[in-house]
């Protein structure tokens, strides 16, 4: 999105877990070239980490059955967590945010003892978990839930009422984690191979989650159950419940993986305004199945869900609040008038199914993956029905949103994200590598290869670095150290005096040598600066870099 009683045996376990949150993996290169300090509790890196408790046991599937009770904002349900045994472990690991609570947890018929720690809950197992083979533990949990107070950046339950006085329920949790209402394994480096989602609610209200659904099941206490099922691999925090009043209409699309279901549910009167709006949803599909290849969620079906905040980007269940306006809440965020052509939100959440839902980060500290190439996916669109000057002079305008504040890479293992700038220094930074490939359909094709290579898979930074590094040719390495792991902007600098062009790269990583386009007496040339002053002799006494490139030029 747009956007803490320990025991015995948990104690080994959390001397690991302290000594991998104070430094990052060494498969992955550091954080930063030029960070700020920051500082990390131990529930940071519980929550963060693959801990011991963690790592022995790969999910499979899960079936969240939760009763929501909107009067007294109460839920109560349970989780059965479905997983097979890497290797013999008995303590398994399941996240959940107080105020909530785990009531209890069974397996094999026998109530299990769990220790809580902060946000984690380890889980005393009494059978011996025995490698290759598949298990089950049911983790009941109740409680009034985090309230979101500005959704969806913070996180929680969003407990609203229609212009009809009729409750409209939401959740949102990106980054803050899906244990703030639901209790699972919560690190994004495990996705849950496919998923049943059960929600109870009163009767005169519908509950959307993701996936297609398969059942409604009525009870006699003026109760309603929509049972639904994602048939793919879903990251934990894309899992959603949306409660309301709503409509349904839908649509059949002929994409590249053939007919796909796309639905839409709304609230009752604003059925007309959605109809309309709501065009932009095939107009999506069809730009970004060119871009990115085909969606990845055929089974599960695209679903556009109206909740009562901005949006987010749940999988097969895009959830939208942009007041049925073009734009973001209608304001241009580039202010060139480009990004008044489309809704933004229907855009770029969408966008997300593919960089977040189909290609997921492992660590959040990696976050830019999904949001660097989705804001960039605001102007593939324009250039797929407005032309490539339209979608560059749009990427160009949202630069004046870049702050430099903190780089765009996090710190691993405690999750935390990066700069708030993984959005458009990110997209801005695509953009530039797009100038350096210099081929456009070469450069259509890793971004749809990327998605195919690395299809309903976690991954890091370096993976995907490395994918763009092979696949163009080109050793990106230091442009992406520049970008992702610094603050600073390149500086062309040059000076002109007796026709004779000095020029070189300041500001940057060591080593950083990126060609870049410029116009001299006229005529366009690529030229090569490094960090040392090169001469070129030239007719004229002016130069013009291409705009196209995220730097500063200057003359000294």
Not at 11 to 28: D, E, H, P, V
Not at 39 to 63: A, C, K, N, V
Not at 91 to 114: F, G, M, R
Not at 238 to 253: A, L, T
């Amino acid at each position: 999105m747009h956007k803490k009683t320990f025991s015995l045996s948990v104690f080994m376990t959390s001397l690991a877990i302290l000594i991998a949150g104070c430094s990052s993996s060494t498969a992955q290169k550091s954080t930063s070239l030029f960070s700020k300090s920051e500082t990390f509790t131990r529930q940071d890196s519980l929550r963060g980490s693959i801990t011991p408790e963690r790592s022995w046991w790969d999910l499979t599937y899960y079936h969240l059955n939760v009763a929501v009770n909107p009067d007294k904002k109460f839920i109560k349900g349970k989780n059965t967590v479905q997983y097979k045994v890497l290797k013999p472990h008995q303590v398994l690991q399941i996240d959940l945010q107080p105020p909530l609570k785990i009531t209890k947890a069974i397996q094999n018929n026998e109530e299990l003892k769990v220790v809580s720690e902060g946000n984690a809950h380890f889980i005393q197992l009494k059978s011996p978990q025995k490698e290759g083979v598949i298990n089950s533990v049911d983790v009941y949990y109740e409680g009034n839930p985090k309230e979101a107070i500005r959704a969806p950046w913070d996180g929680g339950f969003s407990w609203k009422k229609d212009s009809n006085g009729n409750h409209f329920v939401a959740t949102s949790c990106q980054g803050l984690g899906a244990s703030v209402w639901w209790p699972n394994k919560d690190h994004m480096y495990d996705e849950v191979d496919s998923m049943a989602i059960s929600v109870r609610v009163p009767k005169n209200l519908m509950d959307v989650s993701n996936g297609r659904l398969r059942n409604i099941e009525q009870h006699n206490d003026n109760t309603t159950t929509y049972h639904w099922f994602v048939d793919n691999p879903i990251n934990n925090y894309g899992v959603n419940v949306n409660i309301g009043d709503y409509v349904h209409f839908s649509e059949k699309y002929q994409g590249e993986d053939g007919e796909l279901d796309m639905n839409y549910y709304v609230l009752r009167d604003n059925l007309k305004k959605a109809k309309k709006q709501f065009k932009d949803a095939p107009k999506m599909m069809k730009a970004f199945e060119h871009w990115f290849g085909k969606y990845p969620f055929y089974e599960d079906g695209f679903k556009l869900v109206e909740v009562p905040y901005l949006g987010m980007e749940h999988q097969s269940s895009v959830t939208y609040g942009n007041q049925y306006k073009n734009g973001y809440l209608g304001r241009d965020l580039s202010g060139t008038g480009w990004g008044l052509k489309f809704d933004f939100i229907i855009i770029h959440e969408s966008g997300h199914e593919w960089f977040a839902n189909n290609i997921t980060d492992k660590d959040i500290a990696d976050m830019w993956v999904h949001e660097s190439f989705t804001a960039y996916s605001e102007n593939l669109f324009l250039d797929y029905y407005y032309g490539k000057e339209a979608s560059a002079e749009y990427v160009i305008g949202t630069r004046s949103s870049i702050q430099n504040d903190k780089p765009i890479i996090g710190h691993y293992n405690v999750n935390n994200e990066g700069s708030g700038d993984m959005y458009y220094k990110g997209a801005n930074m695509l953009h530039t590598i797009r100038q350096l490939v210099n081929d456009d359909e070469k450069w259509r094709q890793i971004l749809r290869g990327l998605n195919a290579d690395f299809y309903h898979k976690t991954v890091t930074t370096e993976e995907i670095e490395q994918y763009m590094i092979d696949k163009s040719g080109i050793d990106l390495s230091k442009v992406f150290d520049q970008y992702l792991r610094t603050v600073k902007v390149p500086e062309f600098e040059y000076t002109i005096k007796n026709n004779t062009l000095k020029y070189r790269w300041n500001n940057v990583v060591k080593g950083f040598n990126m060609p870049v386009k410029v116009t001299i007496d006229g005529k366009v040339e690529l030229i090569n600066p490094t960090e040392n002053w090169q001469t070129k002799t030239i007719k004229g006494n002016s130069i013009e870099v291409d705009k196209n490139y995220y730097i500063n030029s200057k003359s000294v």
